[in-house]
């Protein structure tokens, strides 16, 4: 079956290049996919899906009955939206939409969903089950995968994959990342509020420009005496604004702000903790405050079960030296977590890095990735999807004795 779905792969490769390349030239930025949309509908279609159109506002659904009676349902979800960057790869098919650039591999992500769909398609009669294709608008906001799921997305759904790029990971590898691969990210605003007074008699004043610089202190400083050093958290106060005057002494500050971490019981405990640091300071001071703490996403936890069966499907396909294990999770964030609320899933890393060149990082202006790639990733997405009906008993047993 293996070598059936790499013929047919590489039978798809030149169409899977076109795909790409015009996606890459029609970017649209989160929540307004809607030419993508089309697009993907309209190449899910003539592979003779079942085709549902504006879920999650902009996203597609796209579903491939199974020929068994196999009751579980396998997704495979890729985003689609670009990001507001100007393009400076210089290449023939660069963005033709000023501001707008496919930086982050997401034009890539959709080629390769659409591809393993391609393939699937004439494996129907191999497949027990149902997969359901899930292209999704506005990862890079942080909300689409939200909108897909109060949509319905994911009801019935058993299980779910997913891919993203990485250009430090060279084209033709695989990146395998068991346990946390991003972290949840949440957003944080903080006002100090002290009382104005005149520059020159700081004693009669209570200064929020100076309190707040305690707190941010306190803060950073409180991290490394009070979490645990291996449940890692990231407190990044990116934006600061207050006063009005230089010769006037602060009544008010503004703290805006993002704090990451990787494990869900630190998650839980953050908005409480930080709280009781800003409270101790503005007590010490006579300062009052207000916290804004506002969830984002979750920390994508892959199920060690499906991640073995990702891991089996490209060391089969392209062997040992065609993985990579990705020994430490990223800080940065993404919205798949969202799903796996709702259903084990597990997401890999896709190599599209050039061997032979500089490779410029994900929101770069000069981003560009290694097409050849994209059969990598169609073949890696295909053969887990064929294998999870015929080995995840196997897998199971395999990650229990690996748990216990």
């Not at 003539?46 to 659904?61: I, S």
Request: glycine residues 10%; contains cysteine; negative net charge.
């Amino acid at each position: 079956m293996l070598s059936r779905i790499k013929d047919l792969a590489a039978n798809l490769a030149p169409r899977l290049v076109e795909i790409r390349r015009h996606l890459h030239s029609h970017p649209e930025l989160s929540g307004q996919e809607y030419q993508t949309a089309v697009y993907v509908a309209g190449v899910l279609s003539t592979c003779g899906l079942q085709v549902k159109e504006n879920v999650g506002k902009v996203g597609v659904v796209g579903e491939l009955p199974g020929q068994g009676d196999d009751p579980r349902m396998l997704a495979i979800r890729t985003d689609m939206d670009a990001l507001p960057i100007q393009e400076r790869t210089g290449l023939e098919f660069a963005s033709r939409q000023p501001g707008i650039m496919h930086a982050c591999g997401h034009d890539v992500h959709t080629t390769v969903g659409l591809g393993t769909a391609m393939v699937l398609s004439q494996l129907g009669e191999e497949l027990p089950g149902r997969v359901r294709f899930l292209f999704q608008p506005a990862e890079e906001v942080a909300q689409g995968a939200g909108w897909m799921v109060k949509d319905g997305a994911m009801e019935g759904v058993s299980s779910i994959l997913s891919v993203h790029v990485f250009p430090s990971i060279p084209a033709g590898v695989v990146g395998i990342r068991y346990g946390a691969l991003t972290a949840a990210a949440d957003d944080l605003e903080i006002r100090i509020m002290g009382e104005s007074g005149h520059g020159a008699r700081p004693h009669e004043a209570i200064d929020a420009i100076w309190i707040a610089a305690q707190v941010i202190t306190t803060l950073q400083q409180a991290i490394s005496r009070t979490q645990n050093p291996l449940h890692p958290v990231v407190l990044t106060i990116g934006q600061i604004s207050g006063g009005r005057a230089p010769n006037v002494i602060a009544d008010q500050v503004r703290l805006q702000g993002t704090v990451r971490s990787l494990h869900p019981e630190t998650s839980r405990k953050l908005p409480e903790w930080i709280e009781s640091i800003v409270a101790g300071v503005c007590q010490i001071y006579g300062a009052r405050y207000e916290i804004n703490y506002r969830r984002g996403v979750p920390a994508v936890q892959n199920d060690i079960t499906l991640t073995q069966l990702v891991e089996s499907a490209a060391e089969e396909a392209w062997g040992r030296d065609g993985i990579q294990i990705i020994q430490e999770p990223s800080l940065g964030a993404e919205d798949f977590s969202v799903y796996l609320q709702y259903a084990p899933g597990s997401m890999f890393r896709l190599g599209v890095g050039f061997r032979d060149r500089r490779n410029f990082s994900l929101h770069h202006p000069q981003f560009e990735v290694d097409e050849t790639a994209i059969t990598t990733g169609v073949v890696t997405l295909a053969y887990a999807a064929y294998k999870y009906w015929h080995q995840s008993q196997p897998l199971l047993r395999a990650a229990n004795s690996k748990i216990e």
